[in-house]
């Protein structure tokens, strides 16, 4: 491979885990943070101690201050930064020409529900996007266990350029056309993971997580469909493949948040114990607004918005859903 140039924004830790397997790949990797102090330190301790302590930093990923210090002549850009930091990010990139931009956010616009891929279009006029999506926790990948991701783009090319950057033995990438469906699956999962962290912090047991995991992926994919998307994207990696990941095991920062409101948190102690961006505590809202405009049914959504906005308890979130009038599956 050659020592093409890549730009990374966002240092937390799933774009360091991104940057570390570029820089795998023998690409050199750029990585900004607006948290200059953090990028100060990445610097210092040759890794992120923050959120990455185990892992080094290899000699080909700089750490950069400020955007200028990227290559002027970058032509594809990977953006980590969490959904309500998205515009402002993109808006550093005008002085690039031609780039190409990889989204690996997930979520939507607080306060207008949009798509990221429309963010970007709206920022940067006749960029090219790209969207990653699938199972995967950044510690793992940046320890490069194996791990298997989804990139979609409306070009398909687009999506091929971005695969070829990071396919490696150890990141497996699959190629898709369906960049709204990748897009809601990757971000709907995050609020059913609370869910999911909710039932078992009150001891329901794997009865009703394995329920949960289910009705969710029933919810996203009625949204999905609203929404114009493709109902076997949701049976894809995407999909089913991230909703469980992130439902079941405690890596997940959303199903933490649901287990630590079980226990009698609130949600500010919560998110301060996790220390990280949840991207469903933002995710929840714009779901819940999104159902409406939609006119369709996603009650676990609707609970779980209604804890976090301190509506109801998590309990009686749960029993309200276990209350529901019986229905037909199908």
């Keep these: 491979m050659t020592a093409q140039s890549v730009l990374v924004l966002g240092a937390g830790s799933w774009g360091s885990a991104l940057a570390l397997a570029l820089a795998r790949n023998q690409y050199s990797v750029y990585l900004w943070d607006i948290d200059s102090e953090l990028i100060g330190n990445l610097k210092t301790d040759k890794c992120n101690k923050r959120y990455l302590p185990d892992v080094s930093f290899p000699d080909n990923l700089f750490p950069i201050d400020s955007i200028e210090q ?3 002549d970058i032509k594809r850009v990977v953006n980590a930064v969490p959904c309500h930091g998205l515009r402002s990010s993109l808006q550093l990139l005008k002085s690039f020409s031609d780039v ?11 306060g207008t529900q949009k798509l990221n891929h429309q963010v970007v279009e709206e920022e940067l006029e006749g ?15 940046a320890k490069g266990l194996p791990t298997a991701v989804t990139i979609a783009a409306k070009d398909i090319e687009t999506a091929r350029s971005f695969s070829d950057l990071f396919h490696s033995d150890v990141f497996r990438i699959y190629t898709h056309t369906d960049y709204i469906g990748v897009q809601i699956g990757g971000a709907v999962k995050n609020v059913m993971a ?6 078992d912090g009150l001891g329901f047991g794997a009865n009703t997580r394995s329920a949960l995991i289910t009705r969710g992926l029933n919810e996203i994919m009625r949204l999905g469909l609203a929404m114009g998307a493709k109902q076997e994207t949701f049976m894809g990696l995407a999909g089913l493949g991230d909703l469980v990941l992130t439902c079941t095991d405690d890596q997940s920062r959303n199903r933490r948040l649901g287990l630590l409101l079980a226990d009698g948190l609130s949600i500010q102690e919560a998110s301060d114990k996790i220390g990280q961006a949840i991207e469903g505590l933002k995710t929840a809202k714009e779901v819940s607004e999104l159902a409406k405009k ?7 959504t609707e609970q779980v918005n209604k804890v976090l906005q301190s509506d109801c308890s998590p309990r009686e979130a749960v029993q309200t859903l276990l209350a529901r009038e019986p229905k037909s599956e199908m």
């Design 70 to 72: 990227a290559p002027i």
């Design 100 to 110: 190409s931009v990889c989204l690996a956010c997930k979520g939507f616009e607080p």
């Design 127 to 141: 960029c090219s996007v790209a969207i990653l999506s699938g199972p995967s926790f950044a510690k793992e990948v």
């Design 194 to 199: 609370i869910a999911a962290g909710i039932a």
């Design 294 to 300: 939609y006119k369709i049914e996603m009650p676990i």
